[in-house]
């Protein structure tokens, strides 16, 4: 499904050179390394709530909020 911008978003990302300032910013703060791909719900779930945030995952968006 294609998405289109309306013209005036579009023109001021275009001025502001957008995709090329977030491909550096991509490319420097990627960490391919310590992605968090590969999870179990219920653990990151605890992870959170051991920082002190409830968690919940949104099963319909594949989401944890």
């Known amino acids: 499904m294609a ?14 050179n957008f995709t090329e300032k977030y491909k ?4 420097q703060f990627s960490d391919r390394e310590n992605t968090f791909e590969n999870y179990e719900n219920e653990k990151a779930i605890e992870v959170f709530e051991s920082l002190g945030y409830k968690a919940r995952f949104m099963k319909k968006e594949n989401f944890l909020e």
């Open 3 to 16: 998405y289109s911008l309306k013209p005036e978003i579009q023109e001021v990302l275009t001025k502001i």
């Open 24 to 27: 550096v910013l991509s490319k």
